[in-house]
Nanobody, 124 residues
């Protein structure tokens, strides 16, 4: 059983920063990319950012470009999400995900494993 465990969520003011982390509990599961999604109450799961391990190429949703940075280490495996200049609309549960196959990086259906999520609340 592969487990992804997130940490680092919290309640902050608009303009503040947070750093989320996600650690995989098994080093041998196949992964070519890991990423972050978020889901607010009553809304669909939304892609935030991802990193491809082979190339270290990173991919971001337009809404977070220039504010969020994804990084990580396949060897652990772990992935981080540095979130700066947070906005009220960033409020959501943030979920870490890992994938070993292909498909569009922004599509949740291409990810095999998911964490339980960590809550990020941004107030004005």
């Amino acid at each position: 059983q592969v487990l992804l465990v997130e940490s680092g969520g919290g309640s902050v003011q608009a303009g503040d920063s947070l750093r989320l982390s996600c650690v995989g509990t098994r080093r041998t599961f196949s992964t070519n990319a890991m990423g972050w999604f978020r889901q607010a109450p009553g809304k669909e799961r939304e892609f935030v950012a991802a990193i491809f391990w082979n190339s270290n190429y990173t991919y971001y949703a337009e809404s977070v470009k220039g504010r969020f940075t994804v990084s990580g280490d396949k060897a652990v495996p772990t992935v981080h999400l540095q979130m700066n200049s947070l906005k009220v609309e960033d409020t959501a549960a943030y979920l870490c995900a890992s994938r070993g196959g292909s498909g569009h990086i922004m599509s949740p259906s291409t990810y095999n494993y998911w964490g339980q999520g960590t809550q990020v609340t941004v107030s004005s």
